[in-house]
């Protein structure tokens, strides 16, 4: 593949914005469900008073998660936007990514300078990763009540992910999942690459992905001077 | 094809094929090219009712979006022609989407195909140009003659349908197959017509370029664009 950025955030999109000028991108990508739209939300919530933000959605019907994020009032209403996929998110986010990178790109041109833009995947299945000529790094959000053998079972997601959230611990004792035997599982499947076990919704729980985030900017800052 | 003329450039056949696949990276699956509206209208139920809907988009906006595309690959003013595709979408819906189509394949083409006359029109028009145009200047930029964007813009305007339908309606995707095999002489004919027509509007100017319209479409595009709920975003 085509590099000729630093290697911790290699050069991955084409006739777009300027290297230098643009917000970091970060995926977040998942099976429906696991808490992706909840992850973004307080993402939001954790980082904006720091950092400016914007959140793409893609939807497999127009704009659920966007209206949620508006309802929820997490960033003013001209940072969010949804882009449509045709019934294919994991093709938006993929295979032909040219409505998303738009959607980043008008974004960054109507509410810019941004810092940070978060582009959520509409749930899709195990196989559905981000392509690098859209994100800069991805996270794949899975959860403990989808069933505690996700980690085993691997995928692209599970396996390649930047970051593997997985979430709602809350639950764990109600579903008898074994956190354990996941953590075992999911460093298998990824050797060094993190994992978060944590419970977004619950007070507190976004800090360790927010601050994952936070590391990721200040090397994207660092890369950009 | 290209043949019947020669290939000017070596590879231009192979170019055709790339920029005509429903897989070329230009933002396209994300459109059903008026099916969604018709399934919900239930004017589009069947393989049947699918070959019917793609023949009246075929000679109607079809032949026009071939048309201009012909003439944006033989030379004729973008900009001049950009203006006729207005004159020709009456729904404001459809020209939106012509111009965001429009400039996701300008991106496309940039990165693959990459040339001056792209970058210009980029320039010109950064909120988009209508698609047909685009296309016609990629295929310019591919090495391609105003045939091959005219075959390219009409096998795109029943393709689109015929793809969305399989996804909307469960149809077997080998009957959609079929029913563009069946279309193929047709889309021959459209595509000979309108590079004759762009042949024309080269000289005549713009005006020379076909007008036809298909209202049920407008209508539809016009409806599509309100739905709170939908799989496809035209
Ligand atoms: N118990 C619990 N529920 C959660 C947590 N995070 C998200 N949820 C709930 O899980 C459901 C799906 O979350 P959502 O963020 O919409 O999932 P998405 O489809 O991945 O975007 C919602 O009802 C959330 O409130 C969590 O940490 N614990
Ligand atoms: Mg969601």
């Known amino acids: 593949m085509h590099r000729d950025g630093p290697e911790v955030f290699p050069e991955r999109y084409t006739a777009s914005v300027e290297v230098g000028e643009r917000a970091l991108r970060v995926g977040l990508g998942g099976p429906v469900g696991s808490g992706k739209t909840a992850t973004v939300a307080a993402l939001c919530r954790a980082l904006r008073a720091t950092v400016s933000i914007g959140v793409v959605t893609n939807d497999i019907y127009t704009r659920e998660d966007a209206d949620f994020l508006l309802r929820e009032a997490v960033l003013p209403a001209e940072r969010i936007v949804a882009v449509e996929t045709g019934a294919c998110p994991h093709t938006a986010i993929r295979d032909d990514i040219s409505a998303n990178l738009e959607a980043v790109e008008e974004l960054e041109e109507a509410v810019g300078p941004l810092d940070l833009v978060l582009v959520e995947s509409g749930g899709d299945n195990l196989t559905a990763t981000f392509s690098r000529g859209l994100v800069d790094a991805q996270v794949f959000v899975i959860d403990v009540a989808g069933g505690d053998d996700i980690p085993r079972k691997g995928g692209p997601g599970v396996t390649t992910a930047d970051l593997l959230v997985v979430n709602k611990i809350d639950l764990a004792p109600y579903v008898g999942a074994d956190l354990e035997r996941m953590a075992v599982d999911a460093a298998a499947q990824r050797g060094a690459l993190p994992v978060l076990f944590t419970a977004v919704k619950q007070p507190g729980g976004i800090d360790p992905v927010a601050a994952w985030v936070g590391d990721r900017l200040a090397a994207w800052r660092a890369v950009r001077t | 094809m290209a043949t019947d003329h020669g290939c000017p450039v070596p590879g231009a056949r192979a170019a055709l094929l790339l920029l005509a696949d429903g897989r070329f990276p230009a933002g396209g699956h994300a459109h059903s090219g008026g099916a969604e509206a018709a399934v919900a209208e239930g004017r589009l139920r069947d393989a049947g009712t699918l070959a019917e809907f793609?023949?009246?988009?075929?000679?109607?906006?079809?032949?026009?979006?071939?048309?201009?595309?012909?003439?944006?690959?033989?030379?004729?003013?973008?900009?001049?022609?950009?203006?006729?595709?207005?004159?020709?979408?009456?729904?404001?819906?459809?020209?939106?989407?012509?111009?965001?189509?429009?400039?996701?394949?300008?991106?496309?083409?940039?990165?693959?195909?990459?040339?001056?006359?792209?970058?210009?029109?980029?320039?010109?028009?950064?909120?988009?140009?209508?698609?047909?145009?685009?296309?016609?200047?990629?295929?310019?930029?591919?090495?391609?003659?105003?045939?091959?964007?005219?075959?390219?813009?009409?096998?795109?305007?029943?393709?689109?349908?015929?793809?969305?339908?399989?996804?909307?309606?469960?149809?077997?995707?080998?009957?959609?197959?079929?029913?563009l095999a069946a279309l193929a002489a047709e889309v021959d004919s459209v595509a000979e017509e309108a590079e004759g027509a762009g042949r024309r509007a080269l000289r005549e100017g713009p005006a020379a370029l076909p007008a036809g319209s298909a209202p049920l479409l407008d209508l539809g595009a016009e409806a599509h664009a309100g739905w709170a709920v939908r799989l496809f975003a035209s």
């Open chain 2, 54 to 179: 793609c023949r009246g988009r075929l000679h109607t906006t079809g032949l026009v979006a071939a048309a201009l595309a012909a003439a944006a690959t033989s030379g004729a003013d973008p900009l001049g022609l950009d203006d006729a595709a207005d004159a020709r979408t009456p729904s404001a819906a459809q020209r939106a989407v012509s111009r965001r189509l429009g400039r996701q394949l300008l991106r496309a083409a940039r990165a693959v195909w990459p040339a001056p006359a792209l970058d210009d029109l980029a320039a010109a028009r950064p909120r988009g140009v209508h698609q047909p145009v685009v296309l016609g200047l990629t295929a310019a930029s591919a090495g391609l003659l105003p045939l091959d964007a005219a075959y390219a813009a009409a096998y795109d305007c029943v393709s689109t349908p015929a793809s969305a339908a399989v996804r909307l309606l469960g149809l077997d995707p080998f009957q959609a197959a079929a029913v």
